[in-house]
Protein backbone atom coordinates (compact mmCIF):
# COMPACT_ATOMS: atom_id res chain seq x y z
CA UNK A 1 0.00 0.00 0.00
CA UNK A 2 1.93 3.16 -1.59
CA UNK A 3 0.98 6.53 0.78
CA UNK A 4 1.08 10.20 0.20
CA UNK A 5 1.05 13.02 2.16
CA UNK A 6 0.81 16.85 1.01
CA UNK A 7 2.81 19.32 2.87
CA UNK A 8 3.21 23.01 2.85
CA UNK A 9 1.48 26.54 3.28
CA UNK A 10 -2.13 26.92 2.96
CA UNK A 11 -1.81 30.80 1.99
CA UNK A 12 0.20 32.18 -0.71
CA UNK A 13 0.37 35.54 -1.67
CA UNK A 14 -0.58 36.69 -5.28
CA UNK A 15 2.30 36.95 -7.66
CA UNK A 16 4.39 34.49 -5.31
CA UNK A 17 5.37 31.24 -5.61
CA UNK A 18 3.62 28.17 -4.02
CA UNK A 19 5.76 24.98 -3.02
CA UNK A 20 4.32 22.08 -1.60
CA UNK A 21 6.57 18.50 -1.10
CA UNK A 22 4.69 15.16 -1.05
CA UNK A 23 6.25 12.60 1.09
CA UNK A 24 6.00 8.94 -0.19
CA UNK A 25 6.22 5.92 2.00
CA UNK A 26 9.49 4.47 2.06
CA UNK A 27 10.16 2.14 -0.21
CA UNK A 28 7.83 3.28 -3.06
CA UNK A 29 9.69 5.60 -5.40
CA UNK A 30 12.72 2.78 -5.19
CA UNK A 31 11.75 0.85 -8.53
CA UNK A 32 10.84 3.50 -11.25
CA UNK A 33 7.86 1.43 -12.29
CA UNK A 34 5.66 4.88 -12.46
CA UNK A 35 5.38 8.66 -12.59
CA UNK A 36 4.82 11.16 -9.78
CA UNK A 37 1.99 13.86 -9.68
CA UNK A 38 0.39 16.41 -8.91
CA UNK A 39 -3.39 16.98 -9.90
CA UNK A 40 -5.47 20.21 -8.43
CA UNK A 41 -9.21 20.72 -8.12
CA UNK A 42 -10.60 24.39 -7.73
CA UNK A 43 -13.61 24.33 -5.72
CA UNK A 44 -16.71 23.01 -6.95
CA UNK A 45 -14.74 22.22 -10.18
CA UNK A 46 -12.95 19.22 -11.91
CA UNK A 47 -9.65 17.55 -11.79
CA UNK A 48 -6.93 19.15 -13.57
CA UNK A 49 -3.79 17.75 -14.04
CA UNK A 50 -0.66 19.26 -13.36
CA UNK A 51 1.94 17.55 -14.48
CA UNK A 52 4.31 14.83 -13.44
CA UNK A 53 7.87 13.63 -12.44
CA UNK A 54 9.47 10.29 -13.42
CA UNK A 55 13.19 11.20 -12.90
CA UNK A 56 14.98 14.76 -12.60
CA UNK A 57 15.71 15.01 -16.07
CA UNK A 58 11.98 13.70 -16.74
CA UNK A 59 9.38 15.52 -16.87
CA UNK A 60 6.07 16.42 -18.44
CA UNK A 61 3.34 19.21 -17.58
CA UNK A 62 -0.05 20.51 -18.63
CA UNK A 63 0.28 23.08 -21.59
CA UNK A 64 -1.84 25.70 -19.79
CA UNK A 65 0.54 25.54 -16.88
CA UNK A 66 3.97 24.91 -17.92
CA UNK A 67 5.29 28.25 -18.13
CA UNK A 68 5.10 28.55 -14.16
CA UNK A 69 5.29 25.05 -12.92
CA UNK A 70 8.87 23.12 -11.79
CA UNK A 71 8.23 19.51 -10.36
CA UNK A 72 11.77 17.77 -8.41
CA UNK A 73 11.91 14.80 -6.84
CA UNK A 74 14.72 13.27 -4.38
CA UNK A 75 14.24 9.81 -4.27
CA UNK A 76 16.73 9.04 -1.62
CA UNK A 77 14.46 10.81 1.01
CA UNK A 78 11.18 9.63 -0.65
CA UNK A 79 9.72 12.54 -1.69
CA UNK A 80 8.72 14.97 -4.39
CA UNK A 81 7.67 18.33 -5.09
CA UNK A 82 5.63 21.22 -6.70
CA UNK A 83 6.35 24.53 -7.51
CA UNK A 84 4.03 26.97 -9.22
CA UNK A 85 5.54 30.56 -9.76
CA UNK A 86 3.06 34.23 -9.93
CA UNK A 87 -0.29 32.23 -8.76
CA UNK A 88 -2.95 34.51 -8.83
CA UNK A 89 -6.53 33.48 -7.26
CA UNK A 90 -7.39 31.15 -9.84
CA UNK A 91 -5.12 29.33 -8.67
CA UNK A 92 -6.34 28.63 -4.79
CA UNK A 93 -7.51 24.50 -5.12
CA UNK A 94 -7.25 21.15 -3.27
CA UNK A 95 -3.84 20.08 -4.40
CA UNK A 96 -3.20 16.50 -4.58
CA UNK A 97 0.08 14.63 -4.87
CA UNK A 98 -0.68 11.43 -6.65
CA UNK A 99 1.11 7.78 -8.00
CA UNK A 100 0.66 7.88 -11.89
CA UNK A 101 0.99 4.48 -13.91
CA UNK A 102 2.93 4.15 -16.80
CA UNK A 103 1.05 3.60 -19.74
CA UNK A 104 -1.50 3.47 -19.97
CA UNK A 105 -1.48 6.22 -17.24
CA UNK A 106 -4.16 5.98 -14.61
CA UNK A 107 -3.72 7.28 -10.91
CA UNK A 108 -3.74 4.64 -8.31
CA UNK A 109 -2.75 5.97 -5.02
CA UNK A 110 -3.47 9.53 -3.57
CA UNK A 111 -3.03 11.77 -0.83
CA UNK A 112 -5.52 13.42 1.31
CA UNK A 113 -5.25 16.50 -0.60
CA UNK A 114 -3.79 19.89 1.07
CA UNK A 115 -6.18 23.35 0.40
CA UNK A 116 -3.84 26.01 -1.06
CA UNK A 117 -5.08 29.66 -1.36
CA UNK A 118 -3.81 33.03 -3.17
CA UNK A 119 -4.73 36.09 -1.43
CA UNK A 120 -3.04 39.06 -0.18
CA UNK B 1 -13.90 23.62 -20.58
CA UNK B 2 -12.49 19.92 -20.21
CA UNK B 3 -10.88 18.24 -22.65
CA UNK B 4 -13.39 14.88 -22.11
CA UNK B 5 -17.15 16.03 -21.85
CA UNK B 6 -19.62 14.35 -19.37
CA UNK B 7 -22.89 15.20 -17.83
CA UNK B 8 -23.19 17.18 -15.19
CA UNK B 9 -25.97 14.87 -13.35
CA UNK B 10 -27.72 11.74 -13.43
CA UNK B 11 -30.12 10.30 -11.14
CA UNK B 12 -31.22 6.25 -10.58
CA UNK B 13 -33.51 4.90 -7.61
CA UNK B 14 -31.65 2.65 -5.45
CA UNK B 15 -31.41 -0.31 -7.60
CA UNK B 16 -31.56 0.71 -11.02
CA UNK B 17 -28.87 0.96 -13.22
CA UNK B 18 -26.88 4.33 -14.79
CA UNK B 19 -24.19 5.14 -17.00
CA UNK B 20 -22.38 8.09 -17.25
CA UNK B 21 -20.51 9.02 -20.70
CA UNK B 22 -17.02 10.42 -21.64
CA UNK B 23 -17.32 11.91 -24.99
CA UNK B 24 -13.50 12.64 -26.40
CA UNK B 25 -12.04 13.43 -29.90
CA UNK B 26 -9.25 12.02 -32.56
CA UNK B 27 -6.53 13.19 -30.31
CA UNK B 28 -7.57 11.45 -26.64
CA UNK B 29 -10.02 8.52 -26.73
CA UNK B 30 -10.59 8.63 -30.48
CA UNK B 31 -7.12 7.86 -31.10
CA UNK B 32 -7.15 4.35 -28.48
CA UNK B 33 -5.55 5.96 -25.69
CA UNK B 34 -7.22 4.08 -22.63
CA UNK B 35 -10.04 5.44 -20.49
CA UNK B 36 -10.00 5.55 -16.41
CA UNK B 37 -12.87 6.24 -13.93
CA UNK B 38 -13.00 7.98 -10.87
CA UNK B 39 -15.25 7.79 -8.01
CA UNK B 40 -14.93 10.95 -5.34
CA UNK B 41 -17.07 11.07 -2.48
CA UNK B 42 -17.46 14.52 -0.70
CA UNK B 43 -14.17 15.59 1.68
CA UNK B 44 -12.37 12.28 0.33
CA UNK B 45 -9.65 12.12 -2.29
CA UNK B 46 -10.55 10.58 -5.69
CA UNK B 47 -10.18 6.86 -6.20
CA UNK B 48 -9.38 4.80 -8.91
CA UNK B 49 -12.64 2.68 -9.72
CA UNK B 50 -12.00 1.07 -13.35
CA UNK B 51 -8.69 1.21 -15.57
CA UNK B 52 -7.54 0.60 -18.79
CA UNK B 53 -11.51 1.04 -20.15
CA UNK B 54 -12.96 -2.08 -18.56
CA UNK B 55 -10.86 -3.12 -15.76
CA UNK B 56 -12.28 -3.19 -12.24
CA UNK B 57 -9.51 -2.58 -9.21
CA UNK B 58 -9.08 -4.53 -6.94
CA UNK B 59 -11.83 -4.19 -4.20
CA UNK B 60 -14.02 -2.76 -6.51
CA UNK B 61 -17.70 -4.30 -6.95
CA UNK B 62 -18.65 -5.57 -9.91
CA UNK B 63 -21.52 -3.74 -10.26
CA UNK B 64 -19.48 -0.97 -11.92
CA UNK B 65 -18.49 -1.50 -15.00
CA UNK B 66 -16.94 0.42 -18.13
CA UNK B 67 -16.49 0.64 -22.12
CA UNK B 68 -15.19 2.04 -24.72
CA UNK B 69 -16.24 2.65 -28.76
CA UNK B 70 -15.10 4.98 -30.48
CA UNK B 71 -14.15 8.37 -29.32
CA UNK B 72 -16.38 7.76 -26.21
CA UNK B 73 -16.85 5.50 -23.09
CA UNK B 74 -19.40 4.54 -20.28
CA UNK B 75 -18.64 4.34 -16.88
CA UNK B 76 -22.19 2.33 -15.84
CA UNK B 77 -23.42 1.53 -12.37
CA UNK B 78 -25.99 -1.33 -12.02
CA UNK B 79 -27.64 -2.07 -8.67
CA UNK B 80 -27.77 1.84 -7.48
CA UNK B 81 -27.13 1.91 -3.53
CA UNK B 82 -26.88 4.95 -1.77
CA UNK B 83 -23.63 5.17 -1.29
CA UNK B 84 -22.26 5.57 -4.46
CA UNK B 85 -23.64 8.93 -4.77
CA UNK B 86 -20.99 10.62 -5.32
CA UNK B 87 -18.43 12.82 -8.33
CA UNK B 88 -17.28 10.62 -10.66
CA UNK B 89 -14.71 11.50 -13.51
CA UNK B 90 -13.49 9.76 -16.64
CA UNK B 91 -9.69 10.03 -17.42
CA UNK B 92 -7.29 9.76 -20.39
CA UNK B 93 -4.52 10.93 -22.70
CA UNK B 94 -4.40 13.79 -25.23
CA UNK B 95 -1.43 13.57 -27.82
CA UNK B 96 -2.29 17.48 -29.03
CA UNK B 97 0.74 19.70 -27.58
CA UNK B 98 3.02 17.25 -27.20
CA UNK B 99 0.95 15.11 -24.86
CA UNK B 100 -0.83 15.37 -21.68
CA UNK B 101 -3.35 14.05 -19.50
CA UNK B 102 -6.71 15.11 -19.63
CA UNK B 103 -10.09 14.90 -17.40
CA UNK B 104 -14.16 15.06 -17.77
CA UNK B 105 -15.72 18.07 -15.62
CA UNK B 106 -17.16 15.33 -13.76
CA UNK B 107 -20.76 13.92 -13.71
CA UNK B 108 -22.79 14.00 -9.93
CA UNK B 109 -24.98 11.27 -9.21
CA UNK B 110 -27.58 11.45 -7.23
CA UNK B 111 -29.51 8.28 -5.63
CA UNK B 112 -33.19 9.10 -5.63
Known amino acids: QVQLQESGPGLVKPLQTLSLTCSVS??????????WSWIRQPAGKGLEWIGR???????RYNPSLKSRVTMSIDTSKSLFSLHLSSVTAADTALYYC????????????WGQGILVTVSS | QSVLTQPPSVSGAPGQRVTISCTGSSSNIGAGYDVHWYQKLPGAAPKLLIY???DRRSGVPDRFSGSKSGTSASLAISGLQAEDEADYYCQSYDSSLSGFVVFGGGTKLTVL
Open chain 2, 52 to 54: GNR
Open chain 1, 26 to 35: AGSMSNGNCY
Open chain 1, 53 to 59: IYTSDST
Open chain 1, 98 to 109: VRESLYPYYFDY
